[in-house]
Nanobody, 124 residues
Framework: QVQLVESGGGLVQAGGSLRLSCEAP????????MAWFRQAPGKEYEFVAA????????DYADSIKGRFSILRDNAKNTVYLQMNSLKPEDTAVYLC?????????????????WGRGTQVTVSS
């Protein structure tokens, strides 16, 4: 079982920035593809960003491209989601996921390990 612990969520004004962290204690995340999804109130989970195991392939949803960055620090077993120029429509619970067998998949169901999520609220 892989434990994923997210942190860094909070309340921020539109135009502001937040950095989410996802730590995998005791795990070598270089063995896992890592991704972020989000779920806004009353909506389905939405793909945000994914990093291949090596970090050499990165994929972003069109809705956040140019504003968000997924960053991997294998030495700290942590993946980050740097979020800039936040908009009210970015308000959601952000979920970190991992899997050793997929690389950059956009389908949440393909990831076997999920965190509990962290709330991001962007005020207008």
């Amino acid at each position: 079982q892989v434990q994923l612990v997210e942190s860094g969520g909070g309340l921020v004004q539109a135009g502001g920035s937040l950095r989410l962290s996802c730590e995998a204690p005791g795990r070598t995340i270089s063995a896992y593809a890592m991704a972020w999804f989000r779920q806004a109130p009353g909506k389905e989970y939405e793909f945000v960003a994914a990093s291949s195991r090596s970090g050499g392939r990165i994929d972003y949803a069109d809705s956040i491209k140019g504003r968000f960055s997924i960053l991997r620090d294998n030495a700290k077993n942590t993946v980050y989601l740097q979020m800039n120029s936040l908009k009210p429509e970015d308000t959601a619970v952000y979920l970190c996921v991992a899997d050793p067998g997929v690389d950059g998949a956009r389908s949440l169901g393909r990831y076997n390990y999920w965190g509990r999520g962290t709330q991001v609220t962007v005020s207008s």
